[in-house]
Nanobody
Framework: QVQLVESGGGLVQAGGSLRLSCAASGRSFSSYAMGWFRQAPGKEREFVTATSSSGAATFYADSVKGRFTISRDNAKNTVYLQMNSAKPEDTAVYYC?????????????????WGQGTQVTVSS
């Protein structure tokens, strides 16, 4: 059974930084791509970023490119999302997810396991 637990959310001022973590249980963490998605109130869930199983390949949504960085530590079964230059429009519940394969995907349907989410609020 795979469990994903996000942490690190909270309140940050615009222009500030926050680092989210997602700890995964279960074996074979290093075999799967990991992604971060977010959902703002009244909006659909959207792709934020994803990384391949090794961490060598990463994709970002245009809205966060240059501000957010995804990384992973396969020895710790953990994936991170470093959020810099935060904007009020980044306010959302952030979810980490484990893909069904090793290549990062933008579609949520490609992810088999999801965390419970962590709230990020960026004040203006």
């Amino acid at each position: 059974q795979v469990q994903l637990v996000e942490s690190g959310g909270g309140l940050v001022q615009a222009g500030g930084s926050l680092r989210l973590s997602c700890a995964a249980s279960g074996r074979s963490f290093s075999s799967y791509a990991m992604g971060w998605f977010r959902q703002a109130p009244g909006k659909e869930r959207e792709f934020v970023t994803a990384t391949s199983s090794s961490g060598a390949a990463t994709f970002y949504a245009d809205s966060v490119k240059g501000r957010f960085t995804i990384s992973r530590d396969n020895a710790k079964n953990t994936v991170y999302l470093q959020m810099n230059s935060a904007k009020p429009e980044d306010t959302a519940v952030y979810y980490c997810a484990r893909a069904a394969g090793s290549w990062p995907e933008r579609q949520g349907s490609a992810y088999a396991y999801w965390g419970q989410g962590t709230q990020v609020t960026v004040s203006s």
